[in-house]
């Protein structure tokens, strides 16, 4: 292949498990329990695993620009100094198959514009990607990779940026056999943007990575859209984490921000929208959590709060354990679940106040838009079901229905007082909250439904303000209170 360097540039010719199953696969990482360790790194490859491009690689100065154009490359490359491999018309970088394609160990490297595909090759003790990092201020962008084991695996690479690249795995391959689409180990000031990740283990894993950044991705048909491990000070905006066992779990973690991302579609036998599993002083305001087996999952995490978030058509809006404490539920609106609270233990102190419950009979004399008594969360069914493993099954049984029907008209037992003390009778305000997107995988079949359940969302929204129980939820964000 021709080269000729000028002024710097170089130009080349899962099933779904019940919540406590969840919880405890969640922290059986490779390894064993606790933190991962990342794999050893990966280094030059041997000649005959070689890509045409390490030798423009090699002959280019720090700081060069290597154009490459449209074509196949064949083979796998390390990029051990500072350059911009920028690719013209999609050239493909097709792997070797015996380890990660793209090997970047230098600092202030940029790679744009490439369609990169791993040949299902490499192994997970290797960490083997469609591009591995192990170096800091890395940009990768528009690019897209396919069929390797990891998409992109961030080792330490701290200040890199992946912007606007398309990752896919092996769909029906299973996750244990799996990496994830982006991976980040004991990295700070990362930032994932505009990216997209389908058929991986998981779509995001961060784990012992700070100050980062994860805004406007989509991640669906995964394990867990966002797996996460010891990462404090990060924050997730304008995301979408859909049809998957859980959209984001989240373990052992401070101060995390979640700002109008969508937890959507995430169905199976207990399956999740937001866990948070010994995580403290996470705020989540302004999201849609919509269509999951359970909205939100709290275990063992202290001073959360939860406001102008809707929680909508789920099988049990919040799971709380008693061994969290100190969290607030304020401003949300919970709209046509199945049950608003499952408590596993005996109390709780976590406060929900001022939000709306659209199974609610809120009486508001004054016309103020608070009901006039508290809205009591908890029944006997849902006590039952939070303490006994057995009474799930029964969850949407006629049963179950007739149960915390008679004992809301006749509360001879109190088993734990949870309680809204100032219920709101209107939908509040959620104008910064995303609405539902489509569903591709109904939308054929569903369209005119679709359509008509608007319509009457809107009707319903007209008249909440004097009957408010809304039993279905239309997929329809409320902007505004009647």
Not at 74 to 96: A, K, Q, Y
Not at 406 to 411: G, N
Request: net charge neutral.
């Amino acid at each position: 292949m021709a080269a000729a360097t000028r002024a710097g540039v170089v130009t080349a010719g899962l099933d779904m498990l019940p919540a406590v199953a969840l919880v405890a696969l969640l922290v059986q990482v490779p390894g064993g329990m606790g933190p991962a360790s990342a794999g050893q790194i990966e280094g030059r490859p041997p000649i005959g695993q070689m890509s045409p491009l390490q030798a423009l690689i090699d002959a280019a100065r720090p700081g060069a620009v290597i154009d490459v154009p449209a074509g196949v490359y064949e083979g796998d490359f390390v990029v051990d100094r500072p350059v911009r491999l920028l690719g013209h018309g999609r050239p493909r970088l097709l792997g070797s198959g015996a380890g990660s394609v793209v090997r970047i160990r230098a600092d202030d490297v940029v790679i744009e514009g490439f369609d990169i595909d791993g040949r299902l090759g490499g192994d997970l003790a290797r960490d083997s990607s469609g591009i591995h990092i192990a170096a800091s201020r890395v940009v990768v962008r528009d690019c897209r990779i396919v069929r390797a084991i990891f998409g992109v695996y961030l080792r330490e690479a701290h200040g890199a940026a992946i912007e606007r690249t398309e990752i896919e795995g092996v769909r029906g391959k299973d996750p244990g056999e799996q990496g994830s689409g982006i991976h980040v180990w004991n990295t700070t000031g990362f930032r994932l943007l505009d990216n997209s990740v389908r058929y991986a283990r998981d779509g995001f894993y961060l784990q012992s990575s700070t100050h980062g950044t994860v805004a406007r991705n989509t991640v669906s048909e995964v394990r867990y859209g966002l797996h996460y491990m010891f990462s404090d000070d990060n924050v997730f905006e304008d995301n979408l984490f859909e049809r998957s066992a859980a959209g984001a779990a989240l373990m052992y973690s401070k101060r995390l921000v979640f700002r109008r991302n969508r937890f959507v579609r995430n169905r199976g036998f207990n399956s999740v929208g937001l866990l948070l599993k010994t995580c403290d002083q996470v705020v989540a305001e302004d999201n849609l959590i919509a269509d999951n087996g359970r909205g939100i999952f709290l275990e063992g995490s202290y001073e959360n709060t939860f406001r102008r978030n809707l929680i909508a058509q789920s099988d049990v809006a919040v799971v709380l354990y008693d061994s969290s404490g100190r969290n607030r539920f304020e401003g949300n609106a919970f709209v046509g679940n199945l049950s608003p609270l499952q408590l596993v233990g005996r109390r709780t102190d976590t406060v929900f106040d001022r939000n709306y419950w659209s199974d609610g009979d809120a009486i508001d004399l004054d016309a103020d838009g608070i009901g006039d008594r508290p809205y009591r969360l908890s029944n006997v069914f849902d006590h039952l079901r939070g303490n006994l493993t057995a009474a799930d099954l029964f969850a949407q049984s006629l049963g179950a229905s007739v149960l915390s029907a008679a004992e809301r008209a006749f509360p001879v037992l109190e088993p734990v007082p949870v309680v809204d003390q100032h219920p709101l009778t209107r939908p509040p305000a959620l104008r910064d909250v995303p609405a539902l997107p489509p569903d591709p995988i109904r939308v054929a079949g569903w369209g005119v439904a679709g359509s008509i359940a608007g319509l009457a969302f809107g009707a319903a929204v007209l008249w909440s303000g004097r009957r408010r129980p809304a039993k279905r939820w239309s997929g329809q964000t409320p902007r505004e209170a009647p």
